[in-house]
C-alpha cells in the first residue's frame, strides 16, 4: 500500500517549453505532497508544499510563478515547469507523508528533466 | 527551523568492513528521524526510521542506526559492507509541528572497496 505513481520518468525539452509532471497516490488519499529538486551530486532540496484544494506552499527563493503545483484532487498533484530553461535541469521527486508523517513518507520514483 | 547535517561527504570503506555514518539534527522537540538511501539515477529507498520507544532501530539490508537525545544524534551503521551498499545516504528529519516538511541532510557517498 502506500504507493505514489510520478510521471514522466524522463523527460527532456526545448529552452522555453513547459513542462508537467504528475505525482499520483495510487491507493490512498493525499492532502498534502512535498516537491523537491536534485541537482547532480547534491541533496534533496523541498520546493513546496502541495495542498489539496487550496494554494501550494512555496519555499524561499523558489519561484512560484515558474514552478506551478496544481493539487485539485485528493490523489494527484502537478508541478508544471513554466518557460524552461537549462538551469532547470534536475531531478523532481515528489513525496507524502503518511498519517501527518507519523507513518514516514512515500516517494514517487522521480522525473529526471533536462533542458536543451 | 530543523536542520540535518552529515558531516562526511564521502566514505571509502573496504567491503567486510564494518559502516558507520554520522547525522547530527537540530531542533526543539524529538522529530520522526530517516535513513534513506539512493543508488545513481534513482529514487529514495527507506532504510529505517525512529519516531519513538527503543534508541535502535533496525532496518532492512542490515543496517541499524541509534538515536541519541543527547547528542542529538541519528548515526547510522552496519557491520559488514557489501559491494551493493555503494551509493549515496541521505539522513532525514521530519516534524509534525513543522508542518510535516522532511528536510535532507547533505548526503554522504559511500565507495566500496574490493
Same mark, same amino acid.
Given at each position: 500500500?502506500?504507493?505514489?505513481?510520478?510521471?514522466?520518468?524522463?523527460?527532456?525539452?526545448?529552452?522555453?517549453?513547459?513542462?508537467?509532471?504528475?505525482?499520483?497516490?495510487?491507493?490512498?488519499?493525499?492532502?498534502?505532497? #512535498?516537491?523537491?529538486?536534485?541537482? %547532480?551530486?547534491?541533496?534533496?532540496?523541498?520546493?513546496? +508544499?502541495?495542498?489539496? &484544494?487550496?494554494?501550494? $506552499?512555496?519555499?524561499?527563493?523558489?519561484?512560484?510563478?515558474?514552478?506551478?503545483?496544481?493539487?485539485?484532487?485528493?490523489?494527484?498533484?502537478?508541478?508544471?515547469?513554466?518557460?524552461?530553461?537549462?538551469?532547470?535541469?534536475? #531531478?523532481?521527486?515528489?513525496?507524502? %507523508?503518511?498519517?501527518?508523517?507519523?507513518?514516514?513518507? +512515500?516517494?514517487?520514483? &522521480?522525473?529526471?528533466? $533536462?533542458?536543451? | 527551523?530543523?536542520?540535518?547535517?552529515?558531516?562526511?561527504?564521502?566514505?571509502?570503506?573496504?567491503?567486510?568492513?564494518?559502516?558507520?555514518?554520522?547525522?547530527?539534527?537540530?531542533?526543539?522537540?524529538?522529530?520522526?528521524?530517516?535513513?534513506?538511501?539512493?543508488?545513481?539515477?534513482?529514487?529514495?529507498?527507506?532504510?529505517?526510521?525512529?519516531?519513538?520507544?527503543?534508541?535502535?532501530?533496525?532496518?532492512?539490508?542490515?543496517?541499524?542506526?541509534?538515536?541519541?537525545?543527547?547528542?542529538?544524534?541519528?548515526?547510522?551503521?552496519?557491520?559488514?559492507?557489501?559491494?551493493?551498499?555503494?551509493?549515496?545516504?541521505?539522513?532525514?528529519?521530519?516534524?509534525?509541528?513543522?508542518?510535516?516538511?522532511?528536510?535532507?541532510?547533505?548526503?554522504?557517498?559511500?565507495?566500496?572497496?574490493?
Amino acid at each position: 500500500g502506500a504507493v505514489v505513481s510520478q510521471h514522466p520518468s524522463r523527460v527532456i525539452c526545448k529552452s522555453g517549453t513547459s513542462v508537467k509532471i504528475e505525482c499520483r497516490s495510487l491507493d490512498f488519499q493525499a492532502t498534502t505532497m #512535498f516537491w523537491y529538486r536534485q541537482f %547532480p551530486k547534491q541533496s534533496l532540496m523541498l520546493m513546496a +508544499t502541495s495542498n489539496e &484544494g487550496s494554494k501550494a $506552499t512555496y519555499e524561499q527563493g523558489v519561484e512560484k510563478d515558474k514552478f506551478l503545483i496544481n493539487h485539485a484532487s485528493l490523489t494527484l498533484s502537478t508541478l508544471t515547469v513554466t518557460s524552461a530553461h537549462p538551469e532547470d535541469s534536475s #531531478f523532481y521527486i515528489c513525496s507524502v %507523508p503518511l498519517a501527518n508523517g507519523g507513518n514516514g513518507y +512515500t516517494f514517487g520514483s &522521480g522525473t529526471r528533466l $533536462t533542458v536543451v | 527551523a530543523q536542520s540535518v547535517t552529515q558531516p562526511d561527504i564521502h566514505i571509502t570503506v573496504s567491503e567486510g568492513a564494518s559502516l558507520e555514518l554520522r547525522c547530527n539534527y537540530s531542533y526543539g522537540a524529538t522529530p520522526y528521524l530517516f535513513w534513506y538511501v539512493q543508488s545513481p539515477g534513482q529514487g529514495l529507498q527507506l532504510l529505517l526510521k525512529y519516531f519513538s520507544g527503543d534508541t535502535l532501530v533496525q532496518g532492512i539490508k542490515g543496517f541499524e542506526a541509534e538515536f541519541k537525545r543527547s547528542q542529538s544524534s541519528f548515526n547510522l551503521r552496519k557491520p559488514s559492507v557489501h559491494w551493493s551498499d555503494a551509493a549515496e545516504y541521505f539522513c532525514a528529519v521530519g516534524a509534525k509541528a513543522a508542518g510535516n516538511k522532511l528536510t535532507f541532510g547533505g548526503g554522504t557517498r559511500v565507495l566500496v572497496k574490493p
